[in-house]
């Protein structure tokens, strides 16, 4: 299997903190999976020494083949959509799609997915411990959802190039973004028996906040006929149904 791990974003603030979650993740998966794999990374510092630091951390590791820098300034969207490295991800069998402080606690990435491609599920994670959203980890088992944030997803090709697709440079936060998965018809999912962590909640004062919520009522009303997060939810329930793993 060729795997990538596609880092979203990464730099300060907590940087040295990161970049312990980092090293933990990428030896995880190289424990789980037996064999190298290569790196693509969204760096929002564009400072030449910060980013050999954080290459240097990671590039004598024996689990990478190869670590692949996008530098720009900028949040989330802005540097993932714009990457120069995206063409590379035909290339892959399948990738992990994560945030730069979420970090791996429990998964099996191959049963992940054999899961996945069995359940026919595109957006696929493992439980988010301290996700904003309560559908995040309040249920056993397999569900199907609605609505995931996006911490970590297992992707193949085809799933990270739709991803890209309903992601806009001008949405840069995302917000929104995670309530219309049922929308857009993408079957998502989440195995609460694997687990990964978000170890740094958010910390908007209420002026970052308003920018937030207002380009995602922008995104909302551009890509959707609805004007509000509560209209989505209306219809789409965050979590549809559950499924028994010793089912699958």
Not at 20 to 29: A, M, Q
Not at 57 to 73: G, R
Not at 103 to 123: D, G, P, Q, V, Y
Not at 140 to 145: K, L, Q, R, V
Request: aromatic share 14%; glycine share 2%.
């Amino acid at each position: 299997m060729k795997f990538c791990y596609y880092l979203v974003c990464i730099g300060e603030p907590n940087l040295d903190e990161k970049l312990e979650i980092l090293v933990s993740n990428l030896n995880y998966i190289y424990n789980d999976i037996k064999s190298p794999f290569d790196v693509i990374i969204n760096c929002y510092e564009t400072n030449r020494n910060v980013n050999n630091f954080i290459k240097n951390k990671i590039n004598d590791l024996n689990c990478i083949d190869n670590v692949y820098i996008h530098s720009k300034k900028g949040v989330l969207s802005e540097l993932f959509l714009t990457n120069i490295h995206n063409d590379k991800i035909d290339n892959y069998d399948y990738l992990f799609f994560i945030l730069d402080d979420v970090k791996i606690i429990n998964i099996n990435i191959n049963e992940m997915i054999r899961i996945k491609n069995k359940l026919s599920i595109s957006f696929f994670s493992p439980k988010i411990i301290n996700a904003t959203h309560p559908w995040m980890s309040s249920y056993d088992n397999i569900t199907i959802n609605n609505c995931i944030e996006t911490y970590l997803y297992l992707f193949s090709p085809a799933d990270f190039k739709k991803f890209l697709s309903i992601n806009t440079i001008e949405n840069k936060w995302m917000w929104g973004l995670d309530l219309l998965l049922g929308f857009f018809n993408i079957k998502s999912g989440i195995i609460n028996t694997y687990t990964a962590e978000h170890i740094f909640a958010a910390k908007d004062n209420d002026i970052e906040k308003g920018k937030k919520i207002k380009l995602m009522d922008e995104y909302i009303q551009s890509k959707t006929p609805f004007k509000s997060m509560g209209q989505i939810l209306s219809i789409y329930k965050p979590m549809i149904y559950c499924i028994d793993i010793n089912d699958v």
